[in-house]
């Protein structure tokens, strides 16, 4: 029933150009307990747990298309901007409910239902508007990557405050310590396992199989997450975003996209069958007033949150009218909420009500955030026009980073092991022993033995830091050299490796006998077994590092798509569809640049890239086109590439001439300056032989402050041009 339901409103949702988030919801409350003229499924129990299924897979797959390098790579704007947001409209939704009088647990819920925008929504949007190539989507979707992690954050706290009833500092303060440290053990844990795994098996991995591997592997983080007192949907998150990190990340996301398609129509579809009415009366002008507050509130924190990222007036704006709804996790939060019984029974239709009509809306919101852009800008005093005009591109944070935030991580990390190590030997390894030989000194030596051994190369990682990447410990000549500073540093691991020793020890036996035998140990491994750990926590950090990059290792065999481009032109990949009618034609046939003035810098086709194809180059199906050019030049490019032509005569399959170029070679975007006495003045951008020396293209010409974005062949070079050319930077450099 569910499914029928939801497939005939899907397609008449289709048809009259409106959201299908939207029908699911409709086509959810149609089929619910609340309307009796449809059949009615009426088993509620029943029902959450097709909604909760459907959140693990949904979840699942946004982690996906998260990553944890995605969240270190999204840069300083997107995350200035989703701090932002989410802090204004946690305080925002929270003021909104006391306002209307509501309690402290239904006003701070609001403020979590509001703070967090639908990445499904907005993707579907942008998809079904076309609007995937235009410059600020990227900078939405770094956005919803930060917002994911937020939302993650909120559930785990708004647990917290659920049960203890209260808004204690240091109980929210252990909460979100208990999450960063199953977090940083799942994550290490994952990283290390999981890569591994898949390596190992990747011959036997047809999609079936990795269907089905995935799946399982999703459902043991959610057992993991739920024995951990955590949500099953953060277990089901925590498995997408490392799966993500791999090579297999790619694969999977693909020959999920159906079950999950499924699965979200499903959770969709029981959010509405939920809804109940009767609690609603009354609270009509709430509806309204919360939609207000979504949509303005959410447009200006994250119109102002972009700006202090260093976005310009117009990229801030569209991106601030793209966020302004609710969605999926807000549903999970009212969930969780109801499941609690922590909120009134009118807040979880209220949020239902509001998303609908955000959903409603983003459309006319996104397609509207261009036309307004430029009314407001034009309003602007000229000064601050002039001082918001431009994005910055600010580097990743990735790019930030420093040798010290280096050790501060490999020192957090390891001691995160070394307790985890503790705590699992007392919860699991000393109760099986007593179990096995009964109460004595049996279970305890055997335990401290074990979490010894397993925590002593992480041990004394901690009290090395770097000196232990050269395979050796601190030597006596090594200790004298050291400065105050570093003598410092040295105490401080040795105090905090002691510690951590103790703690070890402590769960087993007395506080004094962990301090006298901290001491024998510690003697013990200076003079017996230092090297062997050190040997041993060096191959673990290595081997670890490998499966973090080797995602990385085989993207950068492709070659990379600079991310600067002039003026407001950039850079776009763009799939050939096999229906579509360029396929099996050459690009001076499509007439690329004469029709849609965007230029062609690379086609990769499967495993090769052919770079500045020529324009008898042929352009076949399920290539990836490297093109650019601005904003609306690409979208209707890409509008026409990726469409499909119904009942076309199958072209034959034509492979005209490849300019092969080695996968690990690199190409940037550079511009050159013509002197008084240069080559090129005089001629062409033909006659220059431009292509043939720099193994690239002329994409930008600026002239007297004119610029040009893909001039014409036969334009003649003149002193004082300046030309932008995407090729090989080194023989770029050259010229």
């Avoid at 785990?156 to 808004?167: E, K, M, N, P």
């Avoid at 089905?212 to 993991?224: D, E, H, K, N, Y």
């Avoid at 086709?605 to 990836?624: N, T, W």
């Amino acid at each position: 029933m569910i499914l029928l339901i939801a497939g005939v409103v899907t397609i008449l949702f289709k048809k009259i150009g409106q959201p299908v988030v939207l029908g699911y919801l409709i086509a959810g409350f149609l089929v619910g307990p609340e309307v009796s003229f449809f059949p009615t499924v009426e088993e509620k129990d029943a029902i959450k747990i097709w909604a909760e299924i459907g959140v693990i897979v949904l979840l699942f797959g946004l982690g996906l298309e998260f990553s944890f390098k995605k969240l270190m790579a999204v840069g300083r704007g997107a995350s200035i901007t989703a701090l932002t947001e989410v802090v204004f409209m946690l305080g925002l939704g929270f003021l909104t409910g006391q306002a209307f009088g509501w309690n402290s647990m239904d006003s701070l819920f609001l403020g979590g239902i509001l703070s967090i925008s639908s990445t499904t929504i907005i993707i579907r949007a942008f998809d079904e508007l076309g609007f995937r190539q235009r410059g600020f989507v990227q900078l939405v979707f770094g956005v919803l990557i930060v917002e994911d992690l937020f939302a993650i954050l909120l559930l785990v706290l708004l647990s917290t405050i659920a049960v203890t009833h209260s808004f204690e500092g240091s109980q929210l303060l252990l909460s979100t310590a208990k999450l960063g440290f199953f977090l940083s053990i799942w994550f290490v844990a994952g990283i290390f396992l999981v890569p591994w795994f898949l390596r190992a098996t990747r011959k036997f991995m047809n999609e079936e199989t990795t269907l089905i591997v995935s799946l399982g592997l999703c459902l043991l983080m959610v057992t993991l997450a739920t024995h951990a007192g955590f949500s099953p949907a953060l277990g089901a998150f925590i498995m997408g975003s490392i799966l993500a990190e791999t090579p297999d990340g790619e694969k999977i996301e693909h020959t999920l996209k159906p079950v999950r398609d499924l699965f979200a129509a499903i959770f969709f579809v029981s959010v509405g069958m939920l809804i109940e009415l009767t609690p609603l009366k009354g609270h009509w002008g709430a509806i309204a007033a919360v939609t207000f507050v979504t949509i303005f509130g959410k447009a200006l924190s994250t119109s102002i949150g972009a700006l202090m990222g260093g976005q310009s007036i117009r990229t801030s704006v569209q991106s601030g009218m793209s966020l302004a709804q609710i969605g999926e996790f807000s549903f999970i939060i009212a969930t969780l909420g109801l499941s609690l019984k922590v909120i009134s029974d009118f807040l979880y239709p209220l949020a239902v009500a509001v998303s609908a009509i955000t959903t409603l809306s983003t459309p006319y919101l996104i397609r509207a955030s261009d036309p307004f852009a430029e009314w407001l800008i034009a309003k602007l005093p000229p000064s601050i026009r002039n001082r918001a005009s431009g994005d910055i591109k600010s580097q990743s944070l990735t790019e930030q980073g420093s040798s010290l935030q280096g050790e501060i991580l490999r020192l957090f990390l390891n001691t995160i092991l070394v307790v985890a190590i503790g705590i699992s030997a007392k919860l699991w390894l000393f109760p099986f022993l007593q179990e096995r030989f009964g109460e004595g000194w049996m279970p305890e030596v055997v335990s401290i033995t074990v979490s010894l051994f397993a925590a002593l190369p992480f041990l004394w990682a901690i009290v090395n830091g770097a000196a232990l990447m050269k395979a050796r410990g601190y030597r006596l000549e090594d200790i004298r050299d050291l400065t105050t500073q570093a003598l410092f540093m040295l105490g401080a691991r040795l105090l905090m490796a002691h510690f951590l020793l103790a703690f070890l020890i402590s769960q087993f036996v007395s506080a004094l006998w962990s301090f006298a035998l901290v001491a024998t140990i510690a003697i013990v491994v200076g003079y017996l077994g230092a090297k062997n750990f050190s040997k041993i926590y060096i191959w673990l950090e290595k081997r670890f590092l490998s499966n973090l990059n080797e995602k990385d290792v085989v993207e950068r065999k492709k070659n990379n798509i600079p991310q600067l481009a002039p003026w407001d032109a950039h850079l776009s990949r763009i799939q050939v569809n096999p229906d579509s009618a360029f396929v099996a034609r050459r690009l001076s046939e499509i007439g690329v640049r004469e029709k849609f003035g965007v230029t062609v810098a690379m086609i990769e086709r499967g495993s090769r890239q052919i770079l500045a194809p020529r324009r008898d180059e042929f352009v076949m199906a399920y290539d990836k086109l490297i093109v650019i050019g601005t904003d609306e030049q690409l979208t209707r490019f890409a509008a026409v590439v990726e469409a499909r032509v119904a009942d076309e005569a199958g072209a034959a399959s034509i492979v005209g001439p490849q300019q092969a170029v080695p996968g690990a070679m690199k190409y940037e975007l550079k511009s050159v300056s013509l002197g008084d006495h240069h080559r090129w003045v005089g001629k062409s951008i033909r006659e220059s032989g431009i292509r043939e020396a720099s193994d690239g293209l002329v994409v930008g010409l600026e002239r007297s402050g004119q610029r040009m974005l893909n001039p014409d062949a036969t334009l003649t070079l003149e002193v004082g041009d300046h030309v932008w050319i995407v090729g090989d930077p080194g023989k770029i450099a050259q010229l």
